[in-house]
């Protein structure tokens, strides 16, 4: 098989599974409980995730766990779980244009925290109309669709938990696998969600048997289309593509998710809504631009320096 076949297939799993997750969300919560799907979604996909990474799961840290299990946490239960219960109130294309903030989040954490490269103030700038833009969304759901705005804040809450994972997980790379660490988040992820289902008395009210065949086939789809099938494309496209190159899904994602909510679900959208995405996607090319940009010129910074210090051919 051609690296370009991998390439092709693994950024098609991104942009195409990853956006439609947040249309199988909203089919899912027909006759499943929205912490359940994502305790299924999640701890399925872990599970399997772990399989396929063998007896490497036997030497991984007690302090990898740990940071493992908060980052899971994060990832799982501050935004996924977050992101189901919101989708109860909220039209799946709104959501998903939401949740597209997740850039501006990390962004501002590398500006609060910065780390070993400040962002641009390009990069900066690139916030306010994307902000912009996702109020015109909030305003434009509230409005039309009659919804509180308490779904909209929490969607904002769940891409700043998703990102403030994702700054952490950073440091995790060096060790284990992409893969196994995915696993290993997914897992302990599932399980909490699994503990605030019962808690919040989904699990005790839930009879399989009410389950229709729309929301099974959308469960199926979130864990293995959404978490293996799509982390591990993802995994793969971070160790062989640039980052900045696969963070392009971040503003795919949302075009997906509103034409299947729009087309097949009859959501509402609105031209102030089109003008609102359209906004929070500018905002992240611009983003990554300027992200590509600096990262460029320090490649060849590090290029110049190192011929410099190469000794002279004769």
Known sequence: ????????????????????????????????????????????????????????????????????????????????????????????????????????????????????????????????PGFFGVGLVARQNVEQAGISILPVVLLLAAALSWSVGTVLSRSMSHQASAILLSGMQLTIGGAVLFAISWLTGEIGSFRPSDVSLTSLAAALWLIISGSVIGFVAYNWLLENVSTSFVSTYTFVNPVIAVLLGTVILGEPFSRLMLLGAGLVIVSIIVIWLAERSASRRTNDATDRGVRHLSPRQT
């Open 1 to 128: 098989m051609s690296r370009r076949f991998l390439i092709l297939g693994s950024f098609t799993a991104i942009y195409l599974l990853w956006g439609s997750t947040y249309f199988a969300i909203t089919l899912g919560l027909k006759s499943i409980p929205p912490f359940l799907l994502m305790a299924l979604r999640s701890f399925c996909g872990g599970i399997a995730l772990l399989a396929m990474s063998g007896g490497q799961v036997a030497s991984i840290s007690s302090q990898a766990w740990a940071r493992a299990s908060l980052c899971g946490l994060l990832f799982f239960v501050g935004c996924h779980g977050v992101l189901a219960y919101a989708q109860q109130s909220i039209p799946s294309g709104a959501a998903a244009i939401v949740l597209a903030t997740i850039p501006f989040w990390i962004l501002l954490i590398d500006v609060l925290f910065p780390d070993d490269q400040r962002p641009k103030p390009l990069a900066l700038l690139a916030l306010v």
